[in-house]
């Protein structure tokens, strides 16, 4: 049994960063831009919330271990401020959204060495000592199950996904907004008749969507890395694009497909103890979630539509 509360909340803290960068997607994707640079939105901001943290180290040395907070808040503005770039080749110059997308991807890649290289001098930051820290909420934890699960030793990170999953579902399905977010992905063309500005909405989701996946990146590697390193995210922004496919676009559908991919990811370190599966090869379980993720992709895919106008430029000339 201790084996599976451990294996419960391991899941919860891998499924954090799949849920916020699938949220991101959710903005941008309703919208109209098909994002899939969130792989590249969270090196960038894992590459700042690790770089923040570091150099603040000493600042904060025997404190309240400030640094990882003001680093996820600087890797969520790095994200906004990279995705700039896709909103205005998207949007603006109405160029392919997926060619945009993969090449924020490749900069993603030899930016962060780089600027490693220049602070650092190597190719990739500092180790930093102190990390986001576990923690016990009083009271809570104390309830049978639920609280060995949810509320204790665990990352207050965790708490921070489930809240943005509520604030997304208000904002996107009760606000004006989310109204006009939703018309955007869905008819731009009707959104305009109305009076609302499609390009100025679309530039809001895809900033969103940056900053979300900054926050993301960040929170994966001051949670589950000592240092950031090009292989940090290893491929959990195209997991979270699949989370989004497979939870429709929906804030909820995200929640349940992150912890679905979250769980995948853990079965591969707890594989030896589980008499089931101990005998297969470790190689079997290092591509286990991403076998997961194409297999879901592949059922699931052809029965999820999305929004109707993702990936078309917007052309107001065309009314």
Known sequence: MDTLYSMLALALVYSTPIIIAG?????????????????????????AGATVTVLLEPTFEGGAHLGPWIGVVVGMAVGALISLIHAFLSVNLNADQVISGTGINLFAVGATVYLAQIIFNQQRTDAFK??????NVPVLSEIPFIGDVF?????PTVYIAFILVIVTWFVVYKTPFGLRLRS??????????????VYRIRYVGVILSGALAGLA??????????????FGIHGTGFIALAALIFGKWKPFGVLYAGLFFGFS???????????????????????FPYA??????????SRTVGPKAAGEPYDKGKR
């Open 217 to 230: 990146g960040a929170i994966m590697i001051l949670t589950q890395d000592i240092q950031y390193t090009v």
């Open 265 to 287: 990811q853990i079965i591969g370190i707890y594989s030896t103890s589980i008499p089931l599966i101990s005998g297969l090869p470790g190689e079997f379980f290092k591509i």
């Open 292 to 301: 997961i993720t194409i297999i879901a992709l592949i059922i699931f895919s």
């Open 23 to 47: 949220l991101g997607g959710l903005f941008s994707e309703r919208s109209g831009v098909v994002n899939i640079a969130l792989e590249g939105l969270m090196m960038f901001g894992g590459f």
């Open 184 to 197: 955007a992905g869905e008819n731009p063309h009707a959104s305009d008749s109305m009076g609302i500005n």
């Open 130 to 135: 102190q990390g986001f820290s576990k923690l």
């Open 151 to 155: 509320f204790s030793r665990i990352y």
